[in-house]
């Protein structure tokens, strides 16, 4: 979602799940305000993954 946001000019986000994952978090958006969509788009599945494990438990 994030990387799809910084496509269309958001620069701000607030998921309660980037305060497990903050770093990945602040580079799915530096790699989306930089245009770099395919790198955004590779954090923001790793970090889709990580946060769909933790919430199995």
Same mark, same amino acid.
């Given at each position: 979602? #994030? *990387? %799809?946001?910084? !496509? $269309?000019? #958001?620069? *701000?986000? $607030? =998921?309660?799940?980037? /305060? $497990?994952? =903050?770093?990945?978090?602040?580079? @799915? @958006?530096? %790699?989306? $305000?930089?245009?770099?969509?395919? +790198? %955004?788009?590779?954090?923001? +599945? &790793?970090? /889709? *993954?990580?946060?769909? !494990? @933790? *919430? &199995?438990?």
């Amino acid at each position: 979602v #994030m *990387s %799809a946001g910084c !496509a $269309i000019g #958001m620069d *701000s986000f $607030i =998921p309660t799940s980037v /305060n $497990i994952f =903050p770093e990945l978090g602040l580079e @799915i @958006i530096e %790699a989306g $305000i930089k245009g770099d969509s395919l +790198e %955004a788009r590779k954090k923001q +599945e &790793k970090y /889709n *993954s990580g946060v769909l !494990a @933790i *919430s &199995k438990h």
